[in-house]
């Protein structure tokens, strides 16, 4: 069982950065791959980033290539998004999520997750 509490969240003008943070409680969170979803009013959550257990593997939406950086540091038990060169369109409630299992692949659907945290509300201004 783990359990993920997101925090980071906020108002930020386009163009500024967040960095999101996850921290899991439970004794196996380096054995979880780790992602990280959003979901906007009226749509469907999507896969924004995810990180093999190791790190060594790592997935982006295409629409956050080259602004978002997922990381995670499995001593301390959480796993980041760093946010930079926000826009409007980014803002969403941002979920982290945990996936039991060896594989990564297929690691953009959040059907392959068994934990989820509550949210944080990310909102970027025009």
């Known amino acids: 069982q783990v359990q993920l509490v997101e925090s980071g969240g906020g108002l930020v003008q386009a163009g500024g950065s967040l960095r999101l943070s996850c921290a899991a409680s439970?004794?196996?969170?380096?054995?979880?791959?780790m992602g990280w979803f959003r979901q906007a009013p009226g749509k469907e959550r999507q896969c924004v980033a995810a990180i093999s257990q190791s790190g060594g593997n790592i997935y982006y939406a295409d629409s956050v290539k080259g602004r978002f950086t997922i990381s995670r540091d499995n001593a301390k038990k959480t796993v980041y998004l760093q946010m930079n060169s926000l826009k409007p369109e980014d803002t969403a409630v941002y979920y982290c999520a945990g996936r039991p299992g060896i594989y990564f692949s297929g690691s953009y659907s959040p059907t392959q997750y068994a934990y989820w945290g509550q949210g944080t509300q990310v909102t970027v201004s025009s």
């Open positions: 439970g004794r196996t969170f380096s054995n979880y791959a």
